[in-house]
């Protein structure tokens, strides 16, 4: 989720272009800062040569190491803004990366799941590596083929060529750019299971991860297709396919202000990042399991003995991260027979835990710097447990402070209130218990590959819930001046009530309340008045039937009181149909995935609720996106 933009322009005179590389580059990365802001970096070609900074931290350091050591004026540059996944945010992790002896240039959006195949194979050929990243990896591949299987000297069709034969070998997600002393008017790109749009001037062309990265200078746009690679120059734009073939883009016009297109063109952060999330999910599974479903966590370093001899595990979080730990926990004890607890972080070290050396502490946090988590995480290593972070900001203080991390690969979760970070914790969470499954022989690899293939499906379902999402949005409209809403769920859809509560209360500013389907009888029953709005998650009918069967009866229960019942079921359910005023389906998914999918119409209706009383759904009163104070 980095922000990536290319420029070629005219040199001045030469065109009716005065643009800088230099300068049209950091605009766009100024606009794109919002999609990965630990590193930037950027590469002009001028004089027969590369040259290139780049700094950790924000742009701002990068400007102003730019200001202190000046690049050469050029008309041909790439810059990167970076969003971690292989290898922490420093200086030398930075984009660009360089190879054939300093002429090429590349940066890279996305995960090369075979890097460290390539790494073994490029490294046997004399390739030394500065860094810990799989970009430098690819740059170095491009760099190889361009010099010793090409010729070099733009010979035999040059970068693009090299591209190509490049992408033939890259397996994962990627946009790649590309420039090369040898060809100081060109940028070559590519795109697999990644953002590429290319920006069409008068007389210069632009690339970037998204329009925001060229919209002040134009709005027509192609965007690129699976498997492509567009060379542009100042004058032309030329698409082909992996193998060379010409290939098509789709050209269209951007009417998006410049804010807007920071959004993906939606009206605000959250409505873009719950749009992100078939994305979230996909690129936090993907890389980690080969294809006969053996999973291969490599930055999960903890020895594997060790592993094998955790008998408990207690997942440490607040909030919605709690939630995610709470849907995980039926997982990782269905799956790996631990017991395993969920501790909100601010209760975990007041309450003298039992912690051991036999006991494996999960801390779950979007931003690793929750000061409740963290503190709850030293406590706990005082205590001699070994401990993992589930995190979504790579370098951050609790992954630091961590025996080991399994990143979510979410990207930058800017609106206040988490939405694809929650999935791609649940979808983390279940790497991690299959893993554990996997090392202590619960489960066999079949059996595994199963759950990682049905896990597989669940963005393209994700998907099919946000394209028909008419019925909950005006449902949300419909209920603005609600003053209560109860959710309720059972088994894994009870943390999803607690979700989808918490998702009201953090946005519309009402009051919300998830319970325990079975809970309702034991008390909170007496809250259910004649109107009352009452949301039931309810499990699939094809898993444990007594479930299904529990749930409908509660609803049976609150709807003969009064209750305006909303009930969120499987494709296909058609015994809730009787006592539910409204049922908005979702996609067929086994039990313990259900909550990718139960928790996105919550989402959506808190989102319309909001947008309907006028509220700011990004940056809600009161929070903070990350607590840092405990
Ligand atoms: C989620 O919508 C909230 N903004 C909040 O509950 C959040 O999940 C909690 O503060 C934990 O934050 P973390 O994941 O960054 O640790």
């Not at 053996?294 to 909030?319: N, P």
């Not at 975990?348 to 051991?356: H, M, Q, S, T």
Request: proline fraction near 4%; charged fraction near 25%.
């Amino acid at each position: 989720m980095c922000g990536i933009v290319g420029y070629v322009g005219h040199s001045a005179g030469r065109g009716n272009t005065e643009h800088k590389a230099l300068d049209v580059v950091l605009e766009g990365l100024r606009r794109l800062e919002y999609r990965g802001y630990d590193s930037a970096g950027i590469a002009v070609v001028a004089d027969g040569t590369i040259s290139s900074r780049k700094k950790s931290g924000k742009l701002s350091n990068l400007i102003a190491e730019l200001e202190a050591h000046p690049l050469p004026d050029a008309v041909t540059g790439i810059g990167h803004t970076r969003w971690a996944t292989h290898g922490g945010p420093t200086d030398m992790n930075a984009h660009p990366h360089l190879s054939d002896g300093g002429k090429l240039a590349l940066i890279h959006n996305g995960i090369i799941e075979n890097f460290a195949e390539l790494k073994q194979e490029l490294t046997a050929k004399g390739v030394t590596f500065l860094s810990e990243t799989d970009t430098e990896v690819a740059a170095a591949l491009i760099g190889d083929l361009y010099r010793n299987h090409l010729g070099g000297d733009n010979a035999n069709g040059g970068l693009t060529k090299a591209m190509e034969l490049a992408c033939q070998r890259l397996e994962g997600a990627f946009t790649l750019l590309a420039v090369h002393a040898d060809q100081p008017d060109v940028v070559v790109a590519a795109r697999r299971n990644s953002p590429l749009v290319v920006g069409l001037g008068e007389g210069e062309n632009f690339l970037g991860s998204d329009v925001s990265g060229f919209i002040d200078y134009t709005r027509r746009a192609v965007e690129l297709g699976q498997d492509q690679i567009v060379t542009i120059t100042a004058d032309s734009v030329a698409i082909t396919d992996f193998f060379g073939a010409p290939a098509e883009g789709k050209e269209y016009y951007v009417n998006w202000d410049p804010a807007s297109a920071e959004k993906g063109g939606f009206p605000s952060f959250m409505e873009k990042e719950i749009h992100d999330q078939p994305d979230a999910v996909l690129q936090t599974l993907l890389g980690r399991s080969d294809v006969d479903g053996k999973l291969t966590l490599d930055e999960l370093r903890i020895d594997t003995d060790l592993l094998k001899s955790v008998d408990k595990i207690i997942v440490l979080a607040c909030g919605t991260s709690a939630y995610a730990g709470q849907v995980a926990k039926y997982a990782i004890e269905r799956w790996c027979r631990i017991p395993t607890e969920v501790e909100l972080s601010h209760e975990f070290r007041y309450r003298d835990p039992i912690v051991d050396a036999n006991t494996l502490i999960v801390s779950i946090s979007q931003s690793g710097e929750t000061m409740d988590t963290l503190m709850a995480v030293r406590y706990a290593k005082e205590q001699g447990a070994k401990t993992v972070s589930i995190c979504n900001t790579n370098g951050s203080t609790i992954p630091r402070e961590s025996d080991a991390v399994l990143y979510t690969h979410a990207g930058p979760e800017i609106a206040v209130a988490s939405t694809k970070a929650f999935l791609a914790q649940i979808a983390a969470a279940y790497l991690l218990g299959l893993y554990l499954a996997q090392l202590r022989g619960n489960k066999f690899q079949g059996e595994i590959k199963d759950i990682l293939a049905d896990l597989g499906k669940v963005p393209a379902k994700i998907q099919e819930i946000l394209d028909n999402a008419e019925q909950i949005k005006e449902l949300g409209k419909d209920m603005a001046d609600a003053k209560s809403v109860l959710f309720l769920g059972r088994h894994v859809g009870f943390p999803v009530a607690m979700e989808g509560a918490l998702k009201l209360k953090e946005l519309a500013y009402i009051h919300a309340e998830g319970f325990a389907a079975g809970e309702l009888k034991h008390g909170p029953i007496a809250l259910i008045e004649e109107g009352q709005p009452v949301f039931v998650v309810v499990p699939s009918p094809r898993g444990r039937d007594s479930l299904h069967a529990k749930v409908v009866s509660n609803i049976q229960e609150v709807r003969a009181r009064g209750a305006k019942t909303i009930v969120i079921a499987e494709e296909g359910d058609e015994a809730v149909k009787a006592y539910a005023e409204h049922v908005i389906y979702i996609p067929e998914t086994p039990t313990l995935l259900a909550p990718l999918l139960s928790t996105v119409p919550l989402q959506i209706f808190a989102l319309a609720l909001a947008s309907a009383k006028g509220y700011d759904v990004d940056q809600p009163r009161n929070l903070a996106k990350s607590v840092t104070v405990e």
